[in-house]
């Protein structure tokens, strides 16, 4: 396979795999930012990679790595002081271990600030990452089909 050809290999979400595919620009993110909030991002990245691995590398919004998996599992965002992990729909999942510590008082979301220094409680990350694959996954299942005009009874 020459070099051209490999760069061009399609990722899971289905787009060309090149030099702005999205895990591309999540390595190169991680790469500027060259600081404890690099090596946390990576971190955070590895966990999610271990608890899902179907899941889906997206870049939105202008720079914001999300990871998804029908749907948006969460998003790292990087701050001057802190990582943080959004979870989409965070509200509706259980946190036993107590890891969400932002966005508390919000309908839909919930997330986890990670500060420099921080110990990440890697089991617990991982159990609530496969939790929102769990709820995205049965949420895309009781979504409503819509009937065809010809289908009426």
Known sequence: MTKATAAMQKSKSGSVEGEDSPSRLIDGRIQELADWRGETLARIRALIQQADPDVV??????????????????????????????????????????????????????????REGDTIDEEALKALIRAAVALNTSSAAKRPRRASASSSA
Request: glycine share 10%.
């Open 57 to 114: 590398e997206e870049w939105k919004w202008r720079g914001v790595p999300v990871w998804s998996h029908a749907g948006i599992i969460c998003t790292g965002e990087t701050y001057k002081s802190v990582v943080k992990m959004t979870f989409a729909k965070g509200a509706s999942l259980e946190d036993p271990s107590g890891l969400f510590n932002s966005s508390l008082d919000g309908n839909t979301r919930r997330a986890i600030d990670i």
